[in-house]
């Protein structure tokens, strides 16, 4: 397992708040020894939550040139036909995955493709397991076109604690199946929209893994 270029500063700054802490602490209260102590074991347990929520495991990717791969780590908490308002602006299929802070935060192209549409969206915080955080939180919104002429429309969604969204791709990319697109700070959800009738793999609170869990079958 390695850490994701993405917590390569939010570590550094971790690490330097925590030997900042601990010499105020061992400074000002050398005398009282319990104080120390759990200034020392709240220290190592904030090193080990932020070093495991950017860590980059080493996986086995799954792939298949009809196959929608799950783009990240969480739990479905919604298949369901929706009108999808951006893009498409008609009916499509809607699978989202909710990422808790304790998963891979690292996001994954579901097809491999041509971008043939990205936007940035500017938005509201609010808790990712809310409807409207579709359409009101910050967000990105991208469109892959399958080599066989299917669009794929996949959302990354801040949360109440996601404040940044980060992402390597753009109009005119090839991208490829299961190769990182973007990273969310925090706990945050991934939509994807897929054509009306598609095969879908998946049940609702299955837990699934990015770049692994087959989302879908494309027709």
């Known amino acids: 397992m390695t850490i994701h270029k993405e917590g390569y500063t939010s570590l550094a700054l971790t690490v330097l708040f925590i030997m900042l802490l601990n010499a105020f602490v061992d400074y000002k209260f050398a005398d009282v020894t319990w ?26 990717f799954t792939s298949g040139e009809n196959l ?27 699978v989202s995955i909710f990422m808790s802070p304790v998963n891979v935060h690292i996001n994954r192209n579901p097809i491999s493709g041509v971008v043939k549409f990205f936007k940035y969206h500017p938005g509201k915080y609010l808790a990712a397991w809310n409807p409207k955080s579709s359409t009101e939180n910050e967000r990105t919104t991208t469109v ?17 604690l996601a404040r940044r969204i980060v992402w390597y791709i753009k ?9 990182q697109f973007g990273f969310i700070k925090f ?4 939509d994807i929209f897929l054509p ?20 879908a079958e494309l027709g």
């Open 35 to 60: 104080l120390r102590w759990f200034i020392y074991v709240l220290s190592f347990a904030l090193f080990i939550i932020i070093l495991q929520f950017f860590r980059n495991p080493s996986r086995t």
């Open 68 to 94: 929608v791969i799950c783009p990240a780590d969480g739990k479905v908490v919604v298949i369901e036909e929706t009108e999808e308002g951006e893009y498409f602006k008609d009916k499509r299929l809607q």
């Open 144 to 160: 892959v076109e399958h080599a066989n002429g299917t669009p794929v429309l996949f959302r990354q969604i801040a949360g109440a």
């Open 171 to 179: 109009e005119g990319d090839q991208v490829v199946q299961t190769e």
């Open 187 to 190: 706990g945050s959800r991934v």
């Open 196 to 215: 009306i009738g598609t095969k879908v793999n998946l049940q609702l609170d299955q837990v699934v893994k990015g770049g692994i869990t087959i989302l």
